[in-house]
């Protein structure tokens, strides 16, 4: 009975390389050598001398002068140049100094490197007729002609060069007021009781910036001024141009209030404000005063152009009355309708175009 290969003791052979086997295993193949094909070998070459033409080609072919690095080959003269990975990295000495006041001060590699890329970085300029049209006053066309009448002025001289071309922090003025190239915004509020019409207050007041501090993202500046009792219309805007017209006395804007008297107002009174009373400025001219339809008579309606402070208020105390409510209706044409209090809106191009023309 035959035993099983898995269960003997030596370890198992493949039949070829077993003896007696047919097949001989490719490894154990006897090596057999036909000499009859074999070549015969050359005899070596005898050494000889080359010719002085000879000698100047091969040095020529192999000794070439090195020239610039073409792809991955290595230039003699400049082994370690740009993008090569053999080239060692620059290493800088950290060296701080200190100044009158004991701080450390940057390297002198530090502080050269910064100045170089100041130097690269280009300022950013804009033609002087864009940067007054971006200021809302004309158009590029329009302003070209002002420039060349001589009437805008960069950092205190007149320019009247075409194409010239400032930077955002030039100061620019045209008529006699300077001038932003930001967008100009136009933002009309409903200034309620307790608000300053200023930017900012000393005494930490409540100011009608704080209202409108989500309009715009550039700066706003208000036209006019209100007390701080006094409600109604107010404009917010970055164009000078537009507040030294709105807010100047020789363009007459006109100016509705609803005044509210502590009393009636008598007849005679509302007479002699219509002629004019007088005050410190001079005599207060009233454009039209009457008592409002459907009111009572310490209710009144005043219209006046004049922009004297707290001239509605100084009007009726002349006379003996005291201002309770002051409601300010209409500023050039524009209305608070639709506007709830302490709230705004930003103006049409219609009610724009409108100022522009006043």
Request: charged share 35%; glycine share 6%.
């Amino acid at each position: 009975m035959s035993r099983d290969r898995n269960s003997s003791d030596k370890p198992y052979k493949p039949r070829s390389s077993q003896t007696g086997s047919s097949r001989p295993s490719p490894s154990r193949a006897p090596k057999t050598e036909n000499t009859d094909d074999k070549k015969p070998s050359k005899p070596p070459r005898e050494p000889r001398l080359l010719s002085e033409s000879e000698a100047k080609s091969y040095e020529k072919t192999f000794k070439k002068p090195a020239g610039k690095r073409i792809g991955k080959s290595f230039n003699r003269d400049k082994p370690f140049i740009k993008g090569d990975k053999k080239a060692p990295k620059k290493t800088y000495t950290r060296t701080f100094g200190r100044n009158d006041e004991g701080e450390r001060t940057k390297s002198f590699v530090q502080q050269r490197r910064l100045e170089k890329i100041s130097k690269e970085v280009p300022k950013e300029t804009i033609r002087l007729n864009k940067y007054i049209a971006n200021s809302g006053i004309c158009s590029r066309r329009e302003a070209d002609e002002l420039i060349t009448q001589g009437l805008v002025e960069v950092n205190g001289k007149v320019v009247n060069e075409m194409g010239y071309q400032v930077q955002k922090t030039d100061k620019v003025i045209f008529d006699g007021q300077g001038i932003t190239p930001e967008k100009p915004v136009y933002v009309l509020l409903n200034k309620p009781k307790g608000y300053i019409s200023t930017t900012k207050d000393e005494k930490a007041r409540k100011t009608v910036m704080d209202l409108v501090a989500n309009a715009s993202p550039y700066r706003v500046f208000p036209v006019g001024r209100l007390d701080r009792s006094t409600t109604g219309v107010i404009l917010l805007t970055n164009d000078g141009h537009m507040t030294k017209k709105l807010t100047h006395p020789s363009f007459n804007m006109k100016k509705i209030y609803h005044v509210t008297l502590d009393r009636k107002l008598d007849r005679a009174d509302l007479n002699a404000i219509a002629e004019g009373v007088r005050l410190e400025e001079g005599i207060a001219e009233v454009d039209s005063i009457s008592y409002i339809e459907g009111k009572p008579k310490n209710e009144v309606g005043i219209e006046l152009h004049i922009g004297w402070n707290r001239v509605v208020r100084r009007i009726f105390q002349r006379l003996g009355y005291e201002v309770e409510g002051l409601d300010r209706v209409m500023f050039a044409g524009l209305t608070k309708k639709n506007i709830k209090r302490g709230h705004w809106r930003i103006l049409t191009d219609l009610e724009v175009n409108t100022l522009k023309m006043l």
